[in-house]
């Protein structure tokens, strides 16, 4: 006899499944396979929050998938807006721990002032085991990953608020956010290929970017799991002790170990890569800093991002002054390297690159920080 007093069965939160696993679960219910394409789409093309809204699925199967399932989705905690037009969004995790993660929308305008590249920038760990020491995130230390679910829920609101505020979808999402996106390889992956999936996000593969420290065994990985995205690699300094003094990664894997990686991705995948370059003042920013990344730019067909710094407190580095960017570029520039400046978007509010973190009452996670 069933004991009605037994514990409830724990649900299963259907974002927590990959697309292969959801369709093997809805299959063990006796569901047909262009169900579990239904269910895939309520969740990451409609944002579907519970099985009420899927409205082409049966009554009873509804009522059937409330009972032995869930649902889950991210709440936005708190929202601050730039004078640029830069949102930066706190989200609220479905977590005993009460952790909380951001994500930015950064806009880019036509001159009539109308929207033209939507960007997110997604997040996806809670803080950052890397502890690279000009970042923000780098200093809480790390706390956990996150689920595909969960970074696919800030692609969803953030794509929301974009088409209430901009009046269209967004355009580009790079995975540049709190965590680093390879050490949360199979989430990160299988959110990449749900972007691209047209029966979820449906964004060109061409249009998502991932940015890591460099861990190269993964890199390889990505290469070779053919998804099509784009590879960044934070590179930040151009010689390997200047690199060990503000990213601990590159001790172990230093720049003849990512140099290694680097070429098997282009090899693989034949997509150039792009070296994200935080330029500081007197520190990374001088004629040989410039010659030595000029010969990482010749390992595979690239082109390199200079980033302006948003500063950060208690860190010494800073923002690199303007006669000594200039300098900088110029000797790029001269010697065939493609390169650009990405100046600071929505630095009133502390949405920049490196400036992501949760302040209020965080205890340090793991670093490999000393
Ligand atoms: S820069 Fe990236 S890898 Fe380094 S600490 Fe920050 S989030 Fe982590």
Request: proline share 2%; charged share 30%.
């Amino acid at each position: 006899m069933i004991n009605e007093a037994a514990t409830p069965v724990e649900k299963t939160d259907l974002k927590s499944l990959t697309k292969a696993d959801l369709s093997a679960y809805l299959e063990e219910l006796g569901l047909a396979g262009y169900r579990s394409d239904q269910v895939f789409q309520w969740l990451y093309q409609k944002g579907a929050e519970n099985f009420n809204e899927m409205t082409n699925l049966s009554k009873d199967l509804r009522a059937h998938l409330r009972e032995i399932a869930e649902v889950k989705r991210l709440t936005v905690h708190s929202r601050q807006e730039s004078k640029d037009g830069t949102i930066k969004f706190l989200f609220q995790l479905d977590d005993p721990n009460d952790y909380k993660v951001e994500a930015v929308l950064i806009p880019d305008f036509y001159d009539d002032g109308v929207a033209n590249r939507l960007t997110v920038c997604v997040s996806s760990q809670v803080g950052c085991m890397f502890g690279c020491s000009f970042c923000a995130t780098g200093k809480m230390g790390y706390f956990r990953s996150l689920t595909h679910g969960e970074i696919l829920d800030q692609v969803q609101i953030i794509n929301e608020v974009a088409q209430e505020k901009y009046g269209k979808k967004i355009t580009n999402i790079v995975y540049m956010g709190m965590g680093e996106p390879l050490h949360n390889f199979k989430a990160v992956t299988e959110s990449a290929r749900i972007i691209s999936d047209p029966l979820g996000t449906d964004l060109s593969p061409r249009r998502i970017t991932i940015s890591t420290v460099g861990l190269t065994k993964q890199i390889k990985q990505l290469a070779d799991e053919e998804i099509g995205i784009n590879l960044a690699i934070s590179l930040h300094a151009a010689d390997d002790k200047k690199r060990d003094e503000i990213m601990p990664i590159n001790e172990s894997l230093n720049l003849e170990k990512l140099e290694e990686a680097v070429k098997y991705w282009f090899m693989k995948t034949e997509k150039p890569l792009t070296y994200e370059y935080l330029l500081f003042d007197e520190f990374n920013d001088s004629r040989q800093d410039a010659e030595n990344l000029i010969k990482i730019a010749q390992w595979a067909p690239s082109k390199v991002n200079i980033i302006m710094y948003n500063n950060v407190a208690g860190v010494a580095l800073q923002r690199v002054r303007e006669e000594r960017l200039n300098r900088f570029m110029k000797t790029l520039i001269n010697n065939g390297v493609t390169a650009t400046v990405r100046r600071s978007r929505g630095d009133d509010i502390d949405a920049g690159c490196g400036q992501l973190a949760i302040r209020e009452g965080q205890e340090r996670g793991k670093s490999l920080a000393k």
